[in-house]
């Protein structure tokens, strides 16, 4: 059946067929050429992302709520005695960080891994300059021995949290390009040890033991997920481990809280070492299975000092009981397996090795702060990642998470092999391809 036209009326033009269909003068144009450049650029920004992806964001994210709750309940009366009768001063503060870190995070995430690998040195000397502030007369800060903060107008920060994340960019970022030297030890020590050994020495300069410990442990971590040989780390630690072991006994106050984990707790006052400890076990002792319920913890009245802080685990404990503590570890092991994750399919040498620095900061800190709350290990001064109240901790973890974030956008690909290394030594990379979680 064919289309007749009336007659008069004017002819409509057809196409053949097979030709492409253009717009004229006048008519509307298409919805897909009308767009506009903002709408594909969100469309681009909310695109579907691996499982990996939503598996590490939204445990960090759940984190991250999880410890406002908590900085919340346990920051109550010391922030009312303190400010006035407010109660929420420090939750306030503690939110606002959030808003900081958590936009930070997104757009950390949106980077290209060669965008972290242009600024490396950059960031690394900016944080490291930052750190030389804390000497600086008038902006220093000292806090119980320590010299580790800076105040800059109404902003006070801790910059020892940001090198972390510059070292562990600027580590991975020098390590993969030497993928084919790592088996010749003076190939890692000449670029490595002197920044992260300055960087390290300005922490300790500080009188931050802790924070030392965990920067050399990121080093430590980096090193290994680049499949440099054991036994140069090896030699490495024993080195280094003297080396901490002097430091540790020329400081009467790091001396003291050594000395008394070891021989144990005999009696607690305030001025003695043992006060923060006991009373942390016993706020875990008083939760027992199901805790005393939310914001009922008799020990935040001003009897644990640094409850919102490095012994936050033990608040936690005791208004949730052992339920809620066991709820926080899971939490960490599935942060920790969203990290392996994102390690085992990144195809980039400098993605696996920041992934592996960012999983030894996090989780090595969690382990270690709750253990010293356990009273495994004597007191540091190290927060829990994500969880406990401080600004520069949150946001420096926070964007640490969206730099592996950034990586695990990339698309996959075969892995490469380091050449120049032991099968034994390659074996801790080529997991990925024969393991998959």
Not at 239 to 247: D, K
């Amino acid at each position: 059946m064919t289309a007749t036209r009336i007659p008069g009326s004017p002819a409509r033009p057809t196409a053949p067929r097979g030709s492409k269909r253009t717009s004229t003068p006048g008519s509307a144009p298409s919805a897909e050429h009308n767009a506009p450049g903002a709408v594909v650029a969100v469309k681009r920004i909310f695109a579907a992302e691996s499982a990996n992806y939503f598996l590490l964001l939204g445990t960090t994210l759940f984190l991250v709520a999880f410890g406002l709750v908590m900085v919340l309940s346990s920051s109550s009366i010391d922030s009312y005695k303190a400010n006035g009768g407010n109660a929420f001063t420090d939750f306030f503060k503690q939110g606002l960080y959030a808003l900081i870190g958590v936009p930070l995070l997104l757009v950390a995430s949106r980077m290209s891994p060669e965008f972290w690998k242009k600024w490396a040195w950059v960031g690394i000397g900016l944080t490291m300059g930052l750190q030389l502030l804390v000497f600086v007369p008038g902006v220093g800060i000292t806090f119980q021995g320590n010299t580790n903060w800076i105040h800059l107008g109404p902003v006070t920060a801790q910059p020892s949290e940001l090198v972390k994340i510059g070292l562990i960019v600027w580590t991975g970022y020098i390590i993969s390009r030497k993928q084919e030297l790592l088996s010749d030890w003076r190939h890692v020590v000449v670029p490595v040890a002197p920044v992260a050994g300055l960087a390290i020495l300005l922490v300790l300069a500080g009188n931050d033991l802790g924070t030392a410990v965990m920067m050399l442990g990121i080093v430590f971590g980096c090193l290994f997920f680049a499949g440099v040989k054991l036994r140069h780390l090896i030699v490495a630690a024993l080195v280094i481990g003297f080396v901490g072991f002097v430091f540790s006994a020329t400081g009467a106050s790091r001396s003291s809280r050594i000395s008394q984990w070891l021989t144990g707790c005999e009696s607690v006052d305030t001025s003695n070492a043992c006060w923060q400890p006991v009373h942390g076990m016993w706020a875990l002792a008083s939760g027992g299975i199901f805790g005393v319920g939310l914001g009922n913890s008799k020990m935040k009245w001003s009897w644990l000092p640094a409850a919102e802080n490095d012994y936050i685990f033990a608040i936690i404990g005791e208004e949730l009981g052992l339920i809620g503590a066991i709820v926080v570890l899971i939490l960490f092991v599935v942060l920790a397996i969203a990290l392996v994750r994102v390690f085992r399919s990144t195809t980039d040498s400098f993605g696996r090795i920041v992934t592996g620095g960012v999983m030894v900061w996090i989780i090595g800190q969690a382990l270690v702060n709750i253990a010293v709350v356990l009273g495994l290990l004597p007191v540091l001064g190290v927060p829990l990642p994500l969880i406990s109240a401080g600004g520069s901790a949150l946001i420096s973890g926070l964007f640490a998470v969206g730099v592996v974030l950034s990586i695990a956008r990339q698309p996959h690909g075969k892995r490469e092999a380091p050449v120049g290394q032991s099968p034994a030594d390659r074996s801790r990379l080529a997991a990925a391809t024969r393991v998959r979680l």
